[in-house]
């Protein structure tokens, strides 16, 4: 039965990744987003999915660096103060795993991204909540969304990857 669910934020989150110098990777975590969620957990194929990050909650534990990805080099926040996602298909591709393709929106570009969910199961919280949970996997081209910044090394690499790795952990309540 489809329901609609309202995302835990202090049981979820927006992490990512991106190489560093061609050597080690930076990790980072948007620290508030929305989200609406209409599903019914035992198949997610029909579910609607929307994601609001607000950029300006980037945390990269630098705030040198959070402050240079909110300019108008990266993210520009002043212009384009948050990312978006609205799904536009989901796909069974196993038990409780599902591919999760969507329109993801970066300052004025948008495209489609798929991301590899898994549901990790449902639950009733100690005050007789109905929770739910799931992860999801992706990879982002910045560049593709105009975040192009980038610094060549004297030993002929790039300071910043293009690829960024996406991981959601999202835990929900019942709305």
Request: proline share 1%.
């Amino acid at each position: 039965m489809t329901k609609r669910w309202a995302v835990d934020a202090a049981h979820s989150g927006i992490d990512f990744s991106v190489k560093h110098m061609m050597i080690s990777r930076v990790k980072g975590s948007f620290n508030d987003f929305t989200a609406n969620m209409e599903a019914d957990v035992n198949d997610l194929s029909t579910a609607k999915i929307d994601f609001i990050i607000d950029v300006n909650s980037i945390d990269t534990r630098n705030t040198d660096r959070d402050n240079h990805l909110r300019s108008g080099d990266f993210f520009d926040t002043e212009n384009y103060p948050a990312i978006k996602f609205n799904s536009t298909d989901i796909k069974k591709v196993g038990d409780d795993e599902y591919e999760l393709t969507g329109d993801v929106t970066i300052k004025e570009t948008t495209k489609k991204e798929t991301f590899k969910v898994e549901f990790e199961g449902s639950g009733k919280d100690p005050w007789g909540n109905e929770k739910v949970g799931f992860t999801a996997d992706g990879k982002l081209n910045r560049k593709e969304y105009g975040l192009a910044w980038n610094q060549v090394l004297e030993t002929g690499g790039i300071m910043v990857g293009e690829d960024i790795k996406i991981n959601l952990q999202i835990q929900a309540q019942e709305a």
